[in-house]
């Protein structure tokens, strides 16, 4: 029997209620790793507050808290990102279904099954994969949240050196203050640049595969869910 003849062309009323069910357990997964990253979120938040309590507490105190706390938010980014690489899987299905089931069944009645795109669905049911790399995820969350709290937590360092214990007079004075230790200001400050350098350039170069990855889409929008 020729392909043409065997193609699916409708789905009967059983098979779009089951469609129906797995939108729903798609939204449902897609809702709970949402909240996980909200999670993780908020406890970079609670972390750098509490750095910057201790840091600006008095004006004797070390602004260590606000060094090691960058530790604390490269963790949490890292976790963030791949539990991002999950929930981008379950979104993607939803919203998959949304754009070529729920859409053209709302607009003219025909699921257009000819394009294939339950085919395509099918394929990442029966071979599940991140649709996303682990740095794409980590430029994204960077772009999302990140950019921000890295930016109040080098402000507050930079803002620590300058007015506590008294106002800085000159750079070598805030240089002298940025010493921890045995490392000496400039491998502090070194470290520092680099650390928000790096950041804000995985952030830009993600941005970039996106826009990329979106155009593409554009023109495939039937043959790729990624």
């Known amino acids: 029997m020729p392909q043409s003849e065997t ?7 059983a098979e779009i209620g089951a469609v129906a069910h797995l939108y729903r357990g798609e939204v449902y ?10 999670t993780t979120t908020n406890w970079a938040v609670a ?20 060094v090691l706390v960058g ?5 949490f980014l ?11 899987v379950w979104r993607a299905r939803a919203r998959w279904l949304e754009t070529h089931f729920y859409a053209p069944l709302l607009y003219d009645g025909d699921l257009h099954m000819e394009e294939n795109w339950q085919k395509v669905l099918a394929k990442d049911y029966l071979r599940p994969r991140y649709h996303v790399g682990f740095l794409i995820a980590i430029g994204r969350r960077i772009r999302r949240n990140y950019l921000w709290i890295l930016l109040i ?20 004075q805030a240089i002298d203050r940025a010493d921890v230790g045995p490392l000496p200001g400039e491998v502090i400050i070194g470290i520092g640049i680099v650390y928000v350098v ?24 039937s043959h790729s869910m990624g």
């Open 7 to 13: 193609e699916r062309k409708t789905l009967n009323a």
């Open 71 to 75: 530790v604390l938010i490269i963790l």
């Open 153 to 172: 937590q080098s402000l507050a360092f930079a803002g620590k050196l300058a007015v506590h214990p008294t106002a800085v007079e000159s750079l070598g």
């Open 29 to 38: 997964r897609s809702t709970i790793w949402r909240t996980r990253l909200d």
């Open 78 to 88: 890292m976790l963030e990102a791949r539990r991002y690489r999950y929930f981008n």
């Open 198 to 221: 790096s950041w804000t350039s995985i952030a830009i170069w993600s941005y970039r595969v996106d826009q990329r990855r979106s155009a593409q889409r554009g023109t495939e929008s």
């Open 47 to 66: 972390t750098l507050g509490v750095a910057l309590s201790i840091s600006f507490a008095t004006p004797d105190a070390s602004p260590l808290p606000l």
